[in-house]
């Protein structure tokens, strides 16, 4: 499915510690909330370098497993889904837009 969203990142903290909030809907019939929270410190040449992630795709929760670049692959724990990937481009604004797919056990 197509999704549409947001990205809010926090400043490093004391130990350099930031977070990402990518706040996304996507374009189905029930725009399904997506979020995704994504904990690290700033990477070189931007982004961040997780060192942990959670998903929350409409009630169900799961954990970050990847990232890579504009991906993130995530383990959720919902009927018939077990991983959701994550295509995301952001623009300069925050503004973010891409494409989810599930897997299924």
């Known amino acids: 499915y197509p ?19 990518l ?7 029930s725009s399904t909330p997506l979020t ?3 904990d690290g410190t700033p990477a070189q040449g931007g982004g961040i370098a997780m060192t942990s992630g959670s998903v929350v795709f409409g009630t169900y929760r799961g954990t970050v497993t990847s990232l890579d670049g504009d991906t993130v692959v995530a383990a959720v724990s ?10 995301l481009q952001a623009d300069s604004s925050g503004a973010l837009s891409g494409t989810v797919t599930g897997t299924s056990a």
């Open 36 to 38: 995704v929270v994504l």
């Open 78 to 87: 919902a009927p018939g889904l077990e991983t959701l990937t994550l295509s």
């Open 3 to 21: 999704l549409t969203g947001s990205q809010t990142s926090t400043t490093p903290d004391a130990q350099g510690q930031v977070q990402d909030t």
């Open 23 to 29: 706040s996304m809907q996507l374009q189905d019939p």
